[in-house]
Protein backbone atom coordinates (compact mmCIF):
# COMPACT_ATOMS: atom_id res chain seq x y z
CA UNK A 1 0.00 0.00 0.00
CA UNK A 2 0.65 3.53 -0.48
CA UNK A 3 2.26 5.12 2.19
CA UNK A 4 3.66 8.53 3.93
CA UNK A 5 5.39 8.34 7.56
CA UNK A 6 6.71 11.19 9.22
CA UNK A 7 9.49 10.91 11.73
CA UNK A 8 11.55 13.73 13.74
CA UNK A 9 8.94 15.28 16.23
CA UNK A 10 9.83 16.03 19.87
CA UNK A 11 9.83 18.47 22.60
CA UNK A 12 11.92 21.49 21.93
CA UNK A 13 12.89 24.73 23.28
CA UNK A 14 12.09 28.06 21.31
CA UNK A 15 14.36 29.17 19.78
CA UNK A 16 15.80 25.43 19.30
CA UNK A 17 15.55 23.29 16.12
CA UNK A 18 14.24 20.03 14.61
CA UNK A 19 14.18 17.96 11.41
CA UNK A 20 11.26 16.58 10.44
CA UNK A 21 11.88 13.65 7.64
CA UNK A 22 8.44 12.02 5.36
CA UNK A 23 9.72 8.83 3.86
CA UNK A 24 7.86 7.08 0.89
CA UNK A 25 6.70 3.28 1.53
CA UNK A 26 5.05 1.22 -1.94
CA UNK A 27 5.91 3.99 -4.45
CA UNK A 28 8.50 6.35 -5.06
CA UNK A 29 8.57 10.11 -4.34
CA UNK A 30 10.10 11.14 -7.64
CA UNK A 31 7.29 12.57 -9.33
CA UNK A 32 5.52 13.72 -6.62
CA UNK A 33 5.59 17.15 -5.07
CA UNK A 34 5.21 17.14 -1.22
CA UNK A 35 3.68 19.64 0.95
CA UNK A 36 3.96 20.60 4.60
CA UNK A 37 1.09 21.20 6.79
CA UNK A 38 0.60 21.27 10.41
CA UNK A 39 -2.85 21.05 12.79
CA UNK A 40 -2.75 22.79 16.14
CA UNK A 41 -5.53 22.14 18.02
CA UNK A 42 -8.82 23.95 17.63
CA UNK A 43 -7.14 25.04 14.11
CA UNK A 44 -7.62 24.38 10.89
CA UNK A 45 -4.92 22.49 8.80
CA UNK A 46 -2.45 25.08 7.17
CA UNK A 47 0.26 24.71 4.90
CA UNK A 48 3.59 25.41 5.89
CA UNK A 49 5.72 24.45 2.98
CA UNK A 50 5.98 22.62 -0.40
CA UNK A 51 8.73 21.32 -2.71
CA UNK A 52 8.03 20.47 -6.73
CA UNK A 53 9.07 17.21 -7.56
CA UNK A 54 12.35 18.15 -9.21
CA UNK A 55 13.11 19.89 -5.95
CA UNK A 56 13.87 23.43 -8.52
CA UNK A 57 11.08 25.07 -6.44
CA UNK A 58 10.45 25.76 -3.22
CA UNK A 59 7.36 27.53 -1.29
CA UNK A 60 7.03 28.46 2.25
CA UNK A 61 3.98 30.08 4.68
CA UNK A 62 4.87 33.80 5.67
CA UNK A 63 4.87 32.83 9.43
CA UNK A 64 7.55 30.51 8.70
CA UNK A 65 10.07 31.52 5.52
CA UNK A 66 13.33 32.24 6.58
CA UNK A 67 13.21 29.99 9.07
CA UNK A 68 12.64 27.02 7.97
CA UNK A 69 13.83 24.98 4.68
CA UNK A 70 12.62 22.36 3.06
CA UNK A 71 14.49 19.72 0.35
CA UNK A 72 14.38 16.22 -0.55
CA UNK A 73 16.87 13.67 -1.50
CA UNK A 74 14.58 11.31 -4.20
CA UNK A 75 17.85 8.49 -4.08
CA UNK A 76 16.37 7.95 0.19
CA UNK A 77 12.79 8.36 -1.04
CA UNK A 78 12.53 11.01 1.62
CA UNK A 79 11.50 14.46 2.12
CA UNK A 80 12.95 16.71 4.96
CA UNK A 81 11.73 19.95 6.80
CA UNK A 82 14.37 21.84 8.33
CA UNK A 83 13.07 23.77 11.11
CA UNK A 84 15.08 26.77 13.05
CA UNK A 85 14.88 29.40 15.30
CA UNK A 86 11.56 28.01 16.94
CA UNK A 87 8.43 29.62 18.33
CA UNK A 88 6.14 28.55 20.54
CA UNK A 89 3.14 29.07 18.02
CA UNK A 90 4.73 26.32 16.19
CA UNK A 91 3.66 23.82 18.10
CA UNK A 92 1.20 21.77 16.07
CA UNK A 93 1.19 18.45 14.62
CA UNK A 94 3.06 18.25 11.44
CA UNK A 95 1.87 16.27 8.19
CA UNK A 96 3.85 15.66 5.30
CA UNK A 97 1.43 14.72 1.89
CA UNK A 98 2.05 13.77 -1.33
CA UNK A 99 0.70 14.49 -4.93
CA UNK A 100 1.78 13.50 -8.39
CA UNK A 101 -1.29 15.57 -10.52
CA UNK A 102 -0.85 19.04 -9.35
CA UNK A 103 2.69 20.10 -8.14
CA UNK A 104 2.87 22.20 -5.21
CA UNK A 105 -0.46 23.91 -3.47
CA UNK A 106 -0.58 25.24 -0.31
CA UNK A 107 -4.84 23.59 -0.26
CA UNK A 108 -5.01 20.38 1.19
CA UNK A 109 -7.29 18.81 -0.81
CA UNK A 110 -5.20 18.79 -3.44
CA UNK A 111 -2.85 15.90 -1.92
CA UNK A 112 -4.68 12.83 -1.89
CA UNK A 113 -1.18 10.64 0.09
CA UNK A 114 -0.91 12.09 3.49
CA UNK A 115 1.25 10.77 6.65
CA UNK A 116 0.21 9.89 10.18
CA UNK A 117 1.27 13.20 11.66
CA UNK A 118 4.06 13.88 14.07
CA UNK A 119 3.98 16.15 17.31
CA UNK A 120 6.04 19.30 17.10
CA UNK A 121 6.42 20.98 20.52
CA UNK A 122 7.92 23.84 21.25
CA UNK A 123 8.59 25.14 25.01
CA UNK A 124 10.19 26.47 27.33
Known amino acids: QLQLVESGGGLVQPGGSLRLSCTASGFTLDYSAIGWFRQAPGKEREGVSC????????NYADSVKGRFTISRDNAKNTVYLQMNSLKPEDTAVYYC?????????????????WGQGTQVTVSS
Open 51 to 58: ISSSGSIT
Open 97 to 113: AANTLIGCSAYPSNYPY
